[in-house]
C-alpha cells in the first residue's frame, strides 16, 4: 500500500478502558486519540479490530509518512515504551522486504525507523532503497520513475546532514551518489568536507582514491573546454597544446583526438587531422561530426568521392544534421548530380526553413536544370536542445559557435573552394 493508502487506512479511538502501560517515563494521555491501523481490505473499523497491535501499527504509519503529525512525539514515546528495541526489528523487516522487492512496505519500516529513532545508518539504508528502486525503475523503462527515486535518495541523504550536521558517515554516502550521477564537482565538495571529520582508516582512503579520480576528470575535462575555446578564439596552436596535453594522460578518450584533428583542419593540416580522426573511430565512437571532419580533410587532399560517401554517413547517423545535409547538396550540385543534390536540397530546405544559404544553392540548383523546387510549407517544429551536444553550454560559447558555423558555412559563389564547416 501506498503512502496515500496507508494514511486513510487509519482511524482514531479513545484510550481504551482498561489499557495501561507502565514505564518512568511515559503516562498513557487519556486526551489524546490512538490511530487504529484498518486490516487490508476494510474500509471500517469494528470493535474486534481494535488492538495493541493494529494501534502500534497506525503510530507507525503516521511516524513514517507524517512527521508534522501534532502528536507524533507522543506515538514516538508511546512506541518505544511497549518495545525498546523496535527500531532494530524494524529494520531487519525493511532489509527483509527489500530484498523481497516489496519496496512500498520496505520504504514505510525504513521511514518509520528514520523518523523513529533518526541516525545516520537509517538515514543510509533509506537512501539506498530508494537507489537500489531507481535501478530497478531504470531496468523496466519507467525514467520517470528511475528520477522520482533518485531524487528522493538525494533528499534523504541531505536531510541527514541537516540533521546530523558534517556526520562522516552521511557525507561519505552522499560524495559517493553524486559521483555516481555523475555531478563531480559537487561529489568533490562534498568530499572535501568528508576529509576534514573522517577518522583514519580503510574507508576513508578509499574516499582518498575517489576524490584523486574525480578531480583528474574534472583537470581533465577543463583541458578539453580549454582546448575547445582556444578554437573558438582561432588561436589553434594554443588548442593544439591543450588537446596533446590531454591526450597524453588520456590515450584511449577519443575526445582528445578529435579536438586535435579539429585543430590541424584549421590550420591545412589535412593528413595529420585524417590520422587523429581515424584514432577516434578506432576507439569506438562515431558520429556525424568525426564523419564530417573527415569529409572535409579527404576534400582538401583530392579524395572527393570517399568524401561524399562520409557525408552519406554522417547523414545515417544524424538524419537533423543542417550541415551534413547542406555540405551534401553542394558537393552534388557541383558534380552534376542533380537527383542526389535534390534530395538532400529538400531535406536541408526543411531542416533550414528560409536561410539563404539554402536558398542561394536551390537558385543555383534551378539555374542548373531548370527545375523549380516549390515553396516551402512552413510547419512549427520544437527543437529538442537535448540533441545539441556543445562543449561548452555557455551562452557566449554557444554563439561564438554559432558564429563560426555560420562564417565556414559553404561559400559563395565566388568562392573557389567547398566550405564544409564543424557542426559541433
Same mark, same amino acid.
Given at each position: 500500500m501506498d503512502k496515500d493508502g496507508s494514511l486513510r487506512a487509519i482511524r482514531y479511538i479513545k484510550v481504551p478502558k482498561g489499557m495501561r502501560i507502565e514505564s518512568d517515563t511515559f503516562r498513557l494521555d487519556p486526551d489524546i486519540m490512538l490511530p487504529v491501523q484498518l486490516p487490508q481490505g476494510s474500509s471500517r473499523l469494528r470493535q474486534e479490530d481494535i488492538s495493541l497491535e493494529s494501534i502500534v501499527s497506525g503510530m507507525l504509519t503516521l511516524i513514517a509518512y507524517d512527521e508534522s503529525h501534532r502528536d507524533v512525539q507522543y506515538y514516538k514515546?508511546?512506541?518505544?515504551?511497549?518495545?525498546?528495541?523496535?527500531?532494530?526489528?524494524?529494520?531487519?523487516?525493511?532489509?527483509?522486504?527489500?530484498?523481497?522487492?516489496?519496496?512500498?512496505?520496505?520504504?514505510?519500516?525504513?521511514?518509520?525507523?528514520?523518523?523513529?529513532?533518526?541516525?545516520?545508518?537509517?538515514?543510509?539504508?533509506?537512501?539506498?532503497?530508494?537507489?537500489?528502486m531507481a535501478v530497478d525503475a531504470r531496468d523496466s523503462g519507467e525514467s520517470e520513475k528511475e528520477d522520482e527515486y533518485l531524487l528522493s535518495a538525494k533528499h534523504t541523504l541531505s536531510d541527514g546532514l541537516r540533521r546530523f550536521g558534517e556526520n562522516e558517515e552521511v557525507l561519505a554516502e552522499i560524495s559517493s551518489f553524486e559521483a555516481f550521477m555523475g555531478n563531480l564537482e559537487e561529489a568533490r565538495d562534498y568530499l572535501g568536507r568528508y576529509m576534514q571529520v573522517a577518522s583514519e582508516g580503510e574507508k576513508k582512503q578509499e574516499m582518498k582514491q575517489l576524490l584523486s579520480r574525480?578531480?583528474?576528470?574534472?583537470?581533465?575535462?577543463?583541458?578539453?573546454?580549454?582546448?575547445?575555446?582556444?578554437?573558438?578564439?582561432?588561436?589553434?596552436?594554443?588548442?593544439?597544446?591543450?588537446?596533446?596535453?590531454?591526450?597524453?594522460?588520456?590515450?584511449?578518450?577519443?575526445?582528445?583526438?578529435?579536438?586535435?584533428?579539429?585543430?590541424?583542419r584549421k590550420e591545412g593540416r589535412y593528413a595529420e587531422a585524417k590520422n587523429d580522426l581515424m584514432k577516434c573511430l578506432?576507439?569506438?565512437?562515431?558520429?556525424?561530426?568525426?564523419?564530417?571532419?573527415?569529409?572535409?580533410?579527404?576534400?582538401?587532399?583530392?579524395?572527393?568521392?570517399?568524401?561524399?560517401?562520409?557525408?552519406?554517413?554522417?547523414?545515417?547517423?544524424?538524419?537533423?544534421?543542417?550541415?551534413?545535409?547542406?555540405?551534401?547538396?553542394?558537393?552534388?550540385?557541383?558534380?552534376?548530380?542533380?537527383?542526389?543534390?535534390?534530395?538532400?536540397?529538400? +531535406?536541408?530546405?526543411?531542416?533550414?526553413? =528560409? *536561410?539563404?544559404?539554402?536558398?542561394?544553392? %536551390?537558385? /543555383?540548383? #534551378? !539555374?542548373?536544370?531548370?527545375?523549380?523546387?516549390?515553396?516551402?510549407?512552413?510547419?512549427?517544429?520544437?527543437?529538442?536542445?537535448? +540533441?545539441?551536444?556543445?562543449?561548452?553550454? =555557455? *551562452?557566449?560559447?554557444?554563439?561564438?559557435? %554559432?558564429? /563560426?558555423? #555560420? !562564417?565556414?558555412?559553404?561559400?559563395?559563389?565566388?568562392?573557389?573552394?567547398?566550405?564544409?564547416?564543424?557542426?559541433?
Open positions: 514515546d508511546f512506541v518505544l515504551t511497549i518495545d525498546p528495541m523496535l527500531p532494530d526489528k524494524l529494520c531487519k523487516a525493511a532489509i527483509a522486504k527489500e530484498e523481497q522487492k516489496d519496496y512500498e512496505f520496505s520504504e514505510e519500516l525504513f521511514l518509520a525507523v528514520y523518523h523513529l529513532m533518526p541516525q545516520a545508518a537509517s538515514c543510509i539504508n533509506l537512501a539506498t532503497l530508494y537507489s537500489r574525480i578531480e583528474l576528470q574534472l583537470e581533465n575535462d577543463e583541458e578539453i573546454k580549454e582546448a575547445y575555446d582556444f578554437i573558438m578564439l582561432v588561436d589553434t596552436a594554443k588548442a593544439i597544446e591543450a588537446a596533446e596535453k590531454f591526450i597524453s594522460r588520456n590515450p584511449k578518450v577519443w575526445n582528445g583526438f578529435f579536438l586535435h584533428a579539429w585543430a590541424l578506432e576507439l569506438g565512437e562515431r558520429s556525424a561530426d568525426i564523419y564530417n571532419e573527415l569529409s572535409i580533410c579527404e576534400l582538401e587532399t583530392g579524395g572527393r568521392e570517399l568524401a561524399k560517401t562520409y557525408l552519406e554517413t554522417a547523414a545515417d547517423l544524424d538524419p537533423e544534421n543542417l550541415t551534413v545535409a547542406s555540405n551534401l547538396s553542394y558537393l552534388y550540385l557541383q558534380d552534376s548530380q542533380f537527383d542526389e543534390a535534390r534530395e538532400y536540397l529538400e +531535406k536541408a530546405r526543411y531542416l533550414s526553413g =528560409d *536561410d539563404q544559404i539554402i536558398r542561394n544553392l %536551390i537558385d /543555383e540548383y #534551378e !539555374k542548373k536544370t531548370g527545375e523549380k523546387i516549390g515553396e516551402l510549407i512552413h510547419e512549427e517544429i520544437v527543437h529538442d536542445d537535448t +540533441k545539441h551536444d556543445h562543449a561548452d553550454d =555557455d *551562452d557566449d560559447a554557444y554563439a561564438a559557435e %554559432i558564429a /563560426e558555423i #555560420e !562564417k565556414d558555412r559553404i561559400p559563395d559563389e565566388d568562392e573557389c573552394c567547398c566550405g564544409h564547416h564543424h557542426h559541433h
